[in-house]
């Protein structure tokens, strides 16, 4: 158990700290910084937590996922990413996560344990390859086989670890209908009734025990301080979880002792009449009751996420085809991902189509502009959207469309090439490379 130090305490009271919140049962409390001091925190670059073994929560964790060895060297532990992730977005329920290095989908998997954890809607986009080891290439290539070739390609990391792991997770089991083994540690604090230890020490009895043997007795037992013992009848200590009932004789006025605690996790009766320590374990049971106890709450692997889960390759295109409006179906799920990816991404619509409106999503778009007025209506009439797409070549009628659409969308022009609303890694206009 920690306990808050003097200096934390010290920074309570001159209100630099404040408490935001206390457990009723545990009195554990969470505390944040304000002020000046809140500005000047900076989490630690090294933690140095049993859970976050890669050996443990990372290896063995994803040999359970797919249900043997993985070709992915060195997983990191599920909860060093959760533990990483939430110190950022613990606060912030619908935060988007995005990894550039997915590989095994660790990220993934951590963020769908935190949003299990605290009803958070966060979303997590992984990007990775789908690279073999250089000793598979060697393999594979012996046997003639070529990278962009299905039987090459299904060694690749992404197909044979990231996407299989991510789409287990979700759904709890494999694709071969078995269910995932094994618990997730979910973080969350639980009070869970767990019976409290009552054994007979049966070599002698307690009474005829000398001073010595008491104190011989006392050292094979935990936290029981041996220069407390003395010729009572029993022993009961505000400092020890332990008690020890010395003379059977004398349990009686014992249990009217304990009955008057509420720290005594473990009992010893030192009798060598079994059948009396049969009756008197079911009455100290009675008399303590089950002992509360706070453990972290577990989360079967088989219970899989309520989650979507989608796959999109990225590739190149040609700026002039785009430019002419021919690839709207490779960036579609582009737009899909920027309204915040509600719903199932889209099927694209067909080539003389005026707009495109799923029925289930958070954005529309205005393909052909002169059915603006029609397409308004239709805009009108959904509460749930939150992005409007107009294509459309005149920044003038843009400007005009867009102020007739509701104030609270994000209207975005999709004019001659779609890939400029979407070019990152570009100079600032006031400045040039170097």
Known sequence: MLYLNRGTRARIEAGTIRIVDRNPITNVVEIEYVGNEAKQRYLKTVWHRGLHDSGIYGSSVLRSILGGESKFPYPKSIYAVRDTIAAVVRSKPKALILDFYAGSGTTLNAVNLLNATDGGQRQCIMVTNNEVSEEEAHTLASQGCQPGQPEWDQHGICQSVTWPRSKYTIQGHRDDGSQLPGEYLTGKQVARDKPRTIRQLGFAEGRHLSMAQRKQTAALLPTVPQNKMDDSPWFLDDDSAVSILWDA??????LEALAETDHISEVYVVTQETRLFSALKKQIAETLGPLT????EKRPLADGFPANLDYF????????????????AAILPILWMKA?????????????????????GSFVVLMRESRFREFLEKVRERADLTHVYLVTNSDSAFHDMRAELPDHLEIIQLYKSYLENFRINTPSPNRSLS
């Open 249 to 254: 004789q004398q349990a009686e006025e014992w």
């Open 293 to 296: 106890v706070m453990e972290d």
């Open 313 to 328: 390759k990225l590739d190149f295109l040609q700026p002039a085809d785009v430019a002419m409006g021919r690839q709207f």
């Open 340 to 360: 915040g990816a509600i719903g199932p991404c889209p099927e694209p619509p067909a080539p003389n189509a005026h707009w495109l409106i799923p029925t289930d």
